[in-house]
């Protein structure tokens, strides 16, 4: 893998339930040789010097064992099941006090890249007036990663439900950047079995 190319912290949320599965986790279904939580965690890793931080479930949870050797922070969500807004709050709380941005990462996209993370990453300019730089589908819908500016953290802790973090989007206005990435790849995820055998089959993967 290639040198981080940022010191931002990036922060995972891994706490959701995979609620559509029926019994099945979708953050330990093997991508690329490695269960994805694992796979996403390693992608962070190779892009940040700085914190990658992991939202889970409270422990005992096999997404720790999925993560075992990994140079990130498992942070326990105690709330997740409110939503992904606990995840947030959570993890905005743990970000290193001097971060002037945080890039927040789906953990259940398999076909974001290295690269992608990189690419959004060093479209942060913290001198500019823009407050959020985001990663869209090649024909530009918003998506994943995205980077916040510390200015909308505060936002974060005020947050309950399960917006996902829209409220803050809709707060910056104007303030977004829109990084167009190659495919669908900033939205696709899979939530349940038959979207994994078609992803896989279109892959010839078996």
Same mark, same amino acid.
Request: hydrophobic letters at 45%.
């Given at each position: 893998? %290639?040198?981080?190319?940022?010191?931002?912290? +990036?922060?995972?949320?891994?706490?959701?339930?995979?609620?559509?599965?029926?019994?099945?986790? $979708?953050?330990?279904?093997?991508?690329?040789? $490695?269960?994805? +939580?694992?796979?996403?965690?390693?992608?962070?890793?190779? #892009? /940040?010097? !700085?914190?990658?931080?992991?939202?889970?479930?409270?422990?005992?949870?096999?997404?720790?064992?999925?993560?075992?050797?990994?140079?990130?922070?498992?942070? *326990? #969500?105690?709330?997740?099941?409110? =939503?992904? %807004?606990?995840?947030?709050?959570? =993890? +905005?709380?743990?970000? &290193?006090?001097?971060?002037?941005?945080?890039?927040?990462?789906?953990?259940?996209?398999?076909?974001? /890249?290295?690269?992608?993370?990189?690419?959004?990453?060093?479209?942060?300019? &913290?001198?500019?007036?823009?407050? +959020?730089?985001?990663?869209?589908?090649?024909?530009?819908?918003?998506?994943? &990663?995205?980077?916040?500016?510390? $200015?909308?953290?505060?936002?974060?802790?005020?947050?309950? !439900?399960?917006?996902?973090?829209?409220?803050?989007? $809709?707060?910056?206005?104007?303030?977004?950047?829109?990084?167009?990435?190659?495919?669908?790849?900033?939205?696709?995820?899979?939530?349940? *079995?038959?979207?994994?055998?078609?992803?896989?089959?279109?892959? =010839?993967?078996?």
């Amino acid at each position: 893998m %290639n040198a981080p190319v940022t010191d931002m912290p +990036i922060l995972l949320l891994a706490a959701g339930r995979s609620s559509r599965m029926r019994g099945i986790d $979708k953050l330990l279904q093997e991508v690329e040789g $490695k269960p994805l +939580i694992r796979r996403q965690a390693d992608i962070a890793r190779a #892009v /940040t010097s !700085g914190a990658v931080i992991v939202a889970l479930p409270e422990a005992p949870h096999p997404r720790y064992d999925a993560l075992a050797g990994a140079e990130v922070v498992m942070l *326990p #969500v105690p709330e997740a099941t409110e =939503g992904m %807004n606990a995840s947030l709050r959570t =993890g +905005i709380a743990a970000l &290193p006090p001097d971060a002037d941005a945080a890039m927040l990462l789906l953990c259940d996209l398999p076909e974001l /890249t290295q690269a992608d993370l990189a690419q959004i990453a060093m479209a942060h300019d &913290p001198d500019s007036d823009t407050r +959020i730089w985001r990663g869209t589908t090649q024909d530009g819908r918003p998506g994943h &990663p995205i980077v916040f500016s510390a $200015k909308l953290f505060d936002l974060f802790r005020t947050l309950t !439900g399960d917006g996902g973090g829209r409220e803050v989007v $809709k707060a910056a206005g104007a303030h977004v950047v829109h990084i167009p990435l190659p495919g669908n790849r900033a939205r696709l995820d899979l939530d349940t *079995p038959e979207d994994w055998a078609d992803w896989r089959a279109a892959r =010839g993967l078996s």
